[in-house]
């Protein structure tokens, strides 16, 4: 599903128009931004949570050449989904 038929869906389900539907994800998705932008956690009862992590400097190899390269340290968005999210998959 993209994101255009994940705004047709959500209109759907909750009888709103696609525009209306399309301005409430945005803004879910900014507010996430912008949370996770400060370093804070955001968790959804049932859904799951995001959170920034650090990943250590590490060494990897360079497919093409086979070259060791040096891999910085960086800060990545972490997902981890909620219980009532699992439980939909099992």
Do not use: H, Q, W, Y
Not at 3 to 9: P, V, W
Not at 13 to 24: E, F, H, L, R, Y
Not at 55 to 83: D, L
């Amino acid at each position: 599903m993209n994101k255009t038929e994940f705004i047709a869906a959500v209109a759907k389900n909750a009888k709103i128009t696609k525009v209306d539907a399309k301005k409430s994800l945005d803004s879910v998705i900014k507010t996430i931004e912008g949370a996770v932008k400060k370093g804070e956690k955001v968790s959804i009862l049932g859904f799951g949570s995001f959170s920034v992590v650090k990943r250590a400097a590490r060494k990897g190899i360079n497919p093409k050449t086979k070259k060791p390269i040096n891999i910085p340290a960086r800060k990545v968005v972490k997902f981890k989904a909620g219980a009532g999210l699992a439980k939909v998959v099992k």
